[in-house]
């Protein structure tokens, strides 16, 4: 019975038009703002409808200090696997 009026209201909706979809996009490191769009093998796109308008996620210095606090975080929860282990 849901299934049936489920299935009319999403045909409803897309006939309408308003039926939402998300487009995958893969940034691309260090070309800001172009992106990859998935399963398309054409030229990138320019995503002007980012939260990282400034770029600032591509910044070298941004990326060292994101990659250095993983890092360590990474190292202990390794050793705390294997103490917890023992």
Not at 4 to 19: D, G, I
Not at 39 to 52: K, L, M
Not at 57 to 69: A, F
Request: charged share 20%; with cysteine; net charge neutral.
């Amino acid at each position: 019975m849901y299934q049936a009026l489920l299935r009319q209201q999403l045909e409803t909706l897309k006939s309408s038009n308003q039926y939402r979809t998300f487009t995958t996009l893969s940034r691309i490191c260090g070309q800001y703002p172009l992106a990859k769009l998935e399963g398309r093998d054409h030229e990138p796109v320019i995503v002007w409808c980012s939260n990282d308008y400034l770029g600032m996620s591509q910044h070298p210095v941004v990326r060292e200090q994101m990659l250095g606090g993983v890092s360590p975080l990474n190292e202990r929860m390794g050793t705390d696997l294997v103490v917890g282990l023992s």
